[in-house]
């Protein structure tokens, strides 16, 4: 079998950081499960001698984009408090079916979206800053929380919703 090696031109990662990163905080995914639980946790990554983070930098950004590396981003922007994307996780075994939904429901109201599987379930991305916008999380328009909140309603009820 052959062995393939995924490549990570720096275009490839200009556009990685203009979708994902928002700020220059991020973590690791440990090499190694944690010997009692068998999970494999999240670090930030310090210099040994002065225990500073590391700020993210694209060295960080290719081993990921390659597989060999797993990142976690922040998507709020501290300074700001807005997001470029938003991900919603689908842990359990029918998120993508529901996602599908979702996604018909919001590419009638004009927003794109893009699928992603991962195991057991699913994560439905929505690129925010593609669509001319940032979301504001200390103040969200009312009618745009309106809009959302329509949107969950019409793929999966009320029963969804928080009280």
């Known amino acids: 079998m052959r062995n393939l ?10 556009d990685y950081y203009r979708l994902f990163v928002n700020r220059l905080a991020n973590t690791l995914q440990s090499n190694r499960p944690h010997p009692e639980r068998g999970r494999h946790y999240y670090y930030c990554p310090k210099d040994e001698k002065t225990g500073q983070m590391f700020s993210l930098a694209f060295e960080t950004i290719r081993p990921h984009l ?4 797993t990142i976690d981003l922040y998507a709020i922007n501290p300074a700001t408090q807005c997001a470029k994307w ?4 689908g842990d359990y075994k029918d998120s993508l079916a529901d996602f599908v939904k ?4 919001l590419r009638q109201d004009g927003v794109k979206s893009a699928l992603e599987n ?11 800053a593609e669509l001319g916008f940032e979301l504001r999380f200390c103040c ?7 809009a959302a909140v329509k949107v969950i309603e019409r793929s999966f009820g009320r029963h969804h919703l928080l009280p």
């Open 5 to 14: 090696r995924l490549k990570a031109p720096s275009s490839l990662l200009a």
């Open 66 to 69: 390659k597989g060999e590396l």
């Open 86 to 89: 938003v991900a919603i996780d």
């Open 102 to 105: 979702l996604s018909f429901h």
């Open 118 to 128: 991962s195991h057991p379930g699913g994560h439905l991305w929505i690129f925010l």
């Open 140 to 146: 969200v328009p009312a009618e745009e929380s309106h």
